[in-house]
């Protein structure tokens, strides 16, 4: 894949607004990181045939969890509610990593993830 067709998944999954903000703050020692991520997390990784976005972000979603990657964690609930993962799956990934990765790790993840999600929710 293209670099190009990378930064369409990532505005697409991440949101321009998040995408622009990382791009505004690279320079010369993090511009090959950013152009690595785009590349292969992006343009080859997500872009894969084998799952749809929406089982990315729920895989994602547990794996961040289960490794404390709250800042990153954050960012993912975000981007799974964009990719039409609803506020219950996401309940369901995060109550998953409590037994497969510990309840400490899904403690964390709920608290991370609760904010995003009461501030998503529509309001009557």
């Known amino acids: 894949m293209s670099f190009d067709e990378g930064m369409r998944v990532r505005r697409e999954v991440?949101?321009?607004?998040?995408?622009?903000?990382?791009i505004a703050g690279t320079d010369a020692f993090t511009a090959d990181f950013q152009d690595f991520i785009t590349?292969?997390?992006w343009g080859e990784v997500w872009t894969r045939?084998?799952?749809?976005?929406?089982?990315?972000?729920c895989v994602t979603?547990?794996?961040l969890a289960a490794l404390g990657q709250e800042h990153e964690l954050a960012m993912h609930v975000r981007a799974a509610?964009?990719?039409?993962?609803?506020?219950?799956e996401i309940k369901e990934v995060l109550l998953h990593v409590?037994?497969?990765a510990g309840l400490p790790a899904a403690n964390r993840a709920f608290?991370?993830?609760?904010?995003?999600?009461?501030?998503?929710?529509?309001?009557?």
């Open 39 to 41: 590349r292969y997390a």
């Open 61 to 63: 979603l547990a794996v």
């Open 14 to 22: 991440l949101g321009d607004e998040h995408v622009d903000r990382a």
């Open 81 to 88: 509610l964009r990719n039409g993962v609803t506020a219950e």
């Open 49 to 57: 045939p084998g799952l749809d976005r929406r089982a990315r972000s």
């Open 111 to 124: 608290a991370v993830a609760q904010p995003i999600l009461a501030e998503a929710r529509p309001t009557a």
């Open 98 to 100: 409590g037994i497969y």
